[in-house]
C-alpha cells in the first residue's frame, strides 16, 4: 500500500539543523538568543514587503515602500493571541468580537481572561468573517450593554485572507482594535500585503502543521518597536528592571525558545518554496476537479485575495451520492480523526447536533480508506457545547459550509501524482 497522504506534514529544508547545532555550541538552549532574533528580522523582511497588483496582468510584481511593523517570537499562536488581546486592553468583563469559523484557539484566550466572546458568522467568498454582521452585532453590543467590545478578530480561515478593507473601515469608525489571526494564513496577501499587518496586531503560528513550523511557536506582529517591547515584557513574566526580581504586573512564560528559532531560521529559507507549492496543489484539484459535477473547490473570490492555500477545502453538495454514505456516522469514532494529537476524550456518541452531511463523511471514510488524511471543516465555535452561552450574530453561512466541506492534503510532501489519486479516489466513491 502506499504511503499515506497527510493534510499538511512539516517539511525541513535541512538547515534547521545547522541553525540548532549553533545554539547548541555557542550554548544558547534558552528562551532567547541569536536564533530567536534572527528569526525576528527574517520573519518582519518576510510580513513588511509589499508588491503591487499590475493592473493589465492582474499579477503582483512591482515592490512598493515596505512596511515597519516589529515582531516578537513566542511559545504559541495562542499565546500571541492571548498577549494581542491584553496589549488590547481585555479584562474580566469585557467582550471581543471574534470569527466563530474558525480554531479554537482564536477564541480561548479570550475567555483566559475572563472576557466573553461574541462570535460572528462568516460571508460567503471568503467564508470568513461578514463585515455587515460585524457593524450590526458592534451597534447592538453597544445597545445591550452599553459598552464597546475591545477588540475585533477576524480569521484567516485555511489561508484565505478575509475582507480586511471592510473590516477596517468599521473598526476604524468605532475605534475598536483589530486582532489579525494570521495563523493559517503565513504569506497569504490582501491587495499585495501580508495578513497580519493591517490591523493593531497580527498573529502568526508555527505549530507542526503550519505553512512553516518550528514544531511548536507562534508570533505576534507589533505596530512598532514600543508594542513590541510591551509584548516582550508580557511575554518574560513581566520584570521590572532590578537586580533583583521585581513585578508590577502579571507576565506570562511565553518567549520562544532558541532551538525552535532555529528550525524557524531554516524554514524561513524555503517558506517561498512552499507557499507556491500549496497554490500548485490548490490550482491541480481545481483542474483535476472542474468536471466532477457536485464538487466545488473553495478559490480565491476576487483580485485582491491571494491565498496561500495552506489547506485546500472542497464542498459537496448535498445531492451528491457517495459510496456508503448510509453507514456514516454509525460507529462512535474512538480515536482522533487522522490520529491528531492529545484527543484523549473518546467521543461519547456517534453524532452531534451539528456536523457535516453523510455524504462529506463517507467521502472522508473512503479516503481515509485509501490512506489520505481528509477532515471535515472546522466546526463553528458558536454551535460548541462550551461556548453554548456566548452571544452569537449568525446568517447560516459557516454552518451550511460546515455540513458540506471537507479539507484535503496540501502540504509540500503532496506530488502532482498524489492529487491525482486523491481526486481517482474521489471520483471512484461517487454514486
Ligand atoms: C493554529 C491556530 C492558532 C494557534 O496557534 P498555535 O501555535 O497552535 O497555538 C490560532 N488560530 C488559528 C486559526 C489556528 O489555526
Redesign the pocket.
Known sequence: MRDRIYLCLAHMSGKEQDYIKEAFDTNWVVPMGPNVNAFEKDLENFVNKRVEVNPETGKLEEEITPLDKKVVCLS???AA?HLALIACGVKAGDEVLVQSF??C??SHPITYLGATPVFIDSERESWNMDPDLLELAIKDRIEKTGKKPKAIIP?ALYGMPYKIDRIMEIANRYEIPVIE?G??GFGSLFNGQSLGTFGEYG?L???GN?MITTS???ALICPDAEKAREILWYATQARESYPYYQHEAIGYNYRMSNICAGIGRGQMTVVDEHIAHHKHVQELYCELLKDVKGITMHGNPGPEFDSNFWLCTATIDPNLKVKGQEEAYKQVVTGAVGGAAGVTHAASTAVTDCQPNANVEALRVALDKANVEARPLWKPMHKQPVYKDAPAYTNGVSEGLFAVGLCLPAGPYVSDEDVKYIVDTIKENIL
Open positions: 504559541a499562536g495562542t493571541v474558525t480554531f484557539a482564536s480569521v489571526d495563523a493559517e498573529v503560528s508555527f505549530n503550519k511548536g511557536g507562534g
